[in-house]
């Protein structure tokens, strides 16, 4: 017996009622990129290596699938490093590109390479699957689409204003309110980083504390000390474990702790506009919240880093997060040119908005009805009718085959289809067509015009 076919771990196949669900969120989440003057772009599923290791830090670079080079991959690998396995300084020379690991390194090279034909600020989006090698868990996959909107070509601090106004726009309008929009500032940790005498562990200290609603308090710590972050360094965080209070007081401990760092206070200010003019302006149902351990362990983040946490009660990690990166295109060779960013994680929204009962039943419409087949002749009769239907946009459909017309109902059944159309000798002599509500069991016959109403 043939070995039933499988998918590898952390990816999925989806159903038509989950697509319908998706597609539904990616409407939603398309049509408020647009509303807020963003532009669709398209890269590729893989690029070139060298455009994306160094780019996420130590981590991110071990997340990245590689791709090996087509045909012999082995014959022009350095003999020493394969009799060494040495994996690591051998993956150059049999792999020269890779999956993107998302899309705004992609969006980097995309600016750069075509920085003559575009019109600064550039304000783009991107709904395209993104690869990561990470170990598979409930709400995180290895095959997965992001949602991106960024804004390159603008220092200003209107910008991020936006921007959390857009998580809100589109939170609201699926329905899943009460997410709450944290935000932080590179700067406020770096200044940080400088008070406690720990500048030169800036990264170590950022991906530590970044997991603290992960592995607590005490796992930080340990992470902090096996970094080489010392004990005193470490003790003089320890408020920011417990960080509390208002927007306004928050902002007013961490000035008092940044006091002497020029960089801190940078940050400090920098939150002091976006969190003000935020809540002067109003959400319409989203909460902003300033969270002073809030790191994301990306490399290129700057300013400011916002993420999105599910609604109280709901179990699963950020559903949206981005930041502000002042110098991405910088490593590509285009100095100077500032961008800020937001991304929606669409598997975990759906997941969300699964478990608490979001999706509108109209976003599972199937066709509206089903013909059912007598045989040719009646299918005939039955197809001119479906054509005019479907100009009109009324999604009908014929059963293929002349088969017990208990199977065809059965058939409709199964696949939620809330009528019937029945066309039989009787039918096409009158040119009538036996209408059934397969919900109430009510038949009546019914003229074409009556059909498209009663169906429409």
Same mark, same amino acid.
């Given at each position: 017996?043939?070995?039933?076919?499988?998918?590898?771990?952390? #990816?999925?196949?989806?159903?038509?009622?989950?697509?319908?669900?998706?597609?539904?969120?990616?409407?939603?989440?398309?049509?408020?990129?647009?509303?807020?003057?963003?532009?669709?772009?398209? #890269?590729?599923?893989?690029?070139?290596?060298?455009?994306?290791?160094?780019?996420?830090?130590?981590?991110?670079?071990?997340?990245?699938?590689?791709?090996?080079?087509?045909?012999?991959?082995?014959?022009?690998?350095?003999?020493?490093?394969?009799?060494?396995?040495? &994996?690591?300084?051998?993956? &150059?020379?049999?792999?020269?590109?890779?999956?993107?690991?998302?899309?705004?390194?992609?969006?980097?090279?995309?600016?750069?390479?075509?920085?003559?034909?575009?019109?600064?600020?550039?304000?783009?989006?991107?709904?395209?699957?993104?690869?990561?090698?990470?170990?598979?868990?409930?709400?995180?996959?290895?095959?997965?689409?992001?949602?991106?909107?960024?804004?390159?070509? &603008?220092?200003?601090?209107?910008?991020?204003?936006?921007?959390?106004?857009?998580?809100?726009?589109?939170?609201?309008?699926?329905?899943?309110?009460?997410?709450?929009?944290?935000?932080?500032?590179?700067?406020?940790?770096?200044?940080?980083?400088?008070?406690?005498?720990?500048?030169?562990?800036?990264?170590?200290?950022?991906?530590?504390?970044?997991?603290? *609603?992960?592995?607590?308090?005490?796992?930080?710590?340990?992470?902090?000390?096996?970094?080489?972050? &010392?004990?005193?360094?470490?003790?003089?965080?320890?408020?920011?474990?417990?960080?509390?209070?208002?927007?306004?007081?928050?902002?007013?401990?961490?000035?008092?702790?940044?006091?002497?760092?020029?960089?801190?206070?940078?940050?400090?200010?920098?939150?002091?506009?976006?969190?003000?003019?935020?809540?002067?302006?109003?959400?319409? #149902?989203?909460?902003?919240?300033?969270?002073?351990?809030?790191?994301?362990?990306?490399?290129?983040?700057?300013?400011?880093?916002?993420?999105?946490?599910?609604?109280?009660?709901?179990?699963?990690?950020?559903?949206?997060?981005?930041?502000?990166?002042?110098?991405?295109?910088?490593?590509?060779?285009?100095?100077?040119?500032?961008?800020?960013?937001?991304?929606?994680?669409?598997?975990?929204?759906?997941?969300?908005?699964?478990?608490?009962?979001?999706?509108?039943?109209?976003?599972?419409?199937?066709?509206?009805?089903?013909?059912?087949?007598?045989? *040719?002749?009646?299918?005939?009769?039955?197809?001119?009718?479906?054509?005019?239907?479907?100009?009109?946009?009324?999604?009908?459909?014929?059963?293929?085959?002349?088969?017990?017309?208990?199977?065809?109902?059965?058939?409709?059944?199964?696949?939620?289809?809330?009528?019937?159309?029945?066309?039989?000798?009787?039918?096409?002599?009158?040119?009538?067509?036996?209408?059934?509500?397969?919900?109430?069991?009510?038949?009546?016959?019914? *003229?074409?015009?009556?059909?498209?109403?009663?169906?429409?």
């Amino acid at each position: 017996m043939a070995q039933k076919p499988s998918i590898p771990k952390g #990816t999925r196949d989806f159903s038509p009622a989950e697509v319908a669900k998706r597609n539904y969120i990616f409407s939603t989440i398309k049509t408020n990129f647009e509303k807020f003057g963003f532009q669709p772009i398209e #890269t590729p599923s893989f690029e070139n290596s060298e455009t994306l290791m160094g780019k996420y830090g130590e981590e991110g670079d071990r997340l990245i699938f590689k791709i090996l080079n087509s045909g012999d991959y082995l014959a022009k690998a350095d003999a020493t490093l394969l009799e060494n396995r040495d &994996s690591l300084k051998l993956t &150059s020379h049999i792999s020269e590109k890779a999956l993107r690991y998302d899309l705004t390194v992609p969006f980097a090279r995309y600016v750069v390479q075509h920085q003559n034909e575009i019109e600064f600020p550039f304000k783009r989006y991107q709904i395209q699957p993104v690869w990561r090698a990470d170990r598979p868990q409930k709400g995180r996959f290895r095959e997965f689409y992001q949602c991106d909107a960024d804004v390159v070509g &603008s220092n200003s601090l209107w910008q991020e204003v936006e921007l959390v106004q857009l998580y809100d726009s589109v939170f609201s309008q699926l329905g899943l309110g009460g997410v709450t929009i944290k935000i932080n500032n590179r700067k406020i940790l770096s200044g940080i980083a400088e008070v406690i005498g720990a500048s030169d562990k800036l990264i170590d200290f950022t991906v530590a504390l970044d997991k603290l *609603d992960k592995i607590g308090e005490d796992g930080v710590k340990k992470e902090m000390l096996e970094k080489g972050i &010392s004990e005193t360094a470490i003790e003089k965080v320890q408020p920011l474990f417990n960080f509390t209070g208002t927007i306004n007081e928050k902002i007013e401990k961490l000035a008092q702790l940044l006091a002497n760092s020029e960089e801190g206070m940078k940050g400090v200010n920098e939150l002091q506009f976006i969190c003000d003019n935020v809540m002067t302006l109003g959400l319409q #149902t989203a909460f902003l919240d300033l969270d002073v351990t809030l790191a994301r362990g990306l490399n290129y983040y700057t300013g400011a880093i916002f993420e999105v946490a599910a609604p109280k009660g709901v179990a699963m990690g950020s559903i949206g997060g981005g930041g502000r990166y002042d110098d991405l295109t910088g490593i590509f060779g285009l100095k100077n040119m500032s961008g800020v960013g937001i991304s929606f994680g669409l598997d975990r929204i759906a997941l969300v908005m699964e478990e608490v009962g979001l999706f509108p039943e109209a976003v599972l419409a199937t066709s509206k009805a089903l013909f059912l087949n007598f045989g *040719d002749k009646e299918a005939l009769y039955a197809m001119k009718a479906i054509g005019k239907l479907r100009q009109k946009g009324i999604k009908v459909e014929l059963y293929p085959d002349k088969s017990k017309i208990d199977k065809q109902f059965k058939h409709a059944d199964r696949r939620g289809i809330p009528f019937a159309v029945i066309v039989g000798e009787s039918e096409i002599e009158r040119e009538e067509f036996g209408l059934k509500n397969l919900a109430t069991g009510e038949q009546q016959k019914v *003229d074409f015009a009556t059909l498209v109403t009663l169906l429409q």
